[in-house]
């Protein structure tokens, strides 16, 4: 029996790996006439493509949730050691140090 070919970005744990810079995968997500109307009325008023408006909302909040994962650790971490360190010094400890 043949053996199942490996997807193009696809690592031997089965991890995806981010495509090559500049290179876009699509994903095909289903919605109800009504979700549908919604989103390309919503597109079509912000002057956005139904794709562009898809992406822009769903890495929007994928960075909310990651913000709000990282001011609860802050927080928990402060209720039990009330002490402020510099800002650059958060910055490097959070990995937010770009």
Do not use: W
């Amino acid at each position: 029996m043949p053996t199942a070919s490996k997807r193009p970005l696809e690592a031997e744990d089965g991890i995806q790996k981010a495509p090559a810079k500049g290179q876009r995968r699509s994903i095909s997500v289903r919605f109800s006439a009504a979700e549908r109307s919604l989103i390309e009325n919503y597109a079509k008023a912000q002057r956005r493509s139904v794709s562009d408006m898809i992406r822009l909302v769903t890495l929007e909040k994928i960075e909310d949730e990651y913000d709000l994962d990282l001011f609860v650790k802050a927080k928990r971490e402060y209720v039990e050691n009330p002490t402020t360190i510099p800002h650059a010094k958060m910055m490097e400890k959070y990995g937010l140090d770009e």
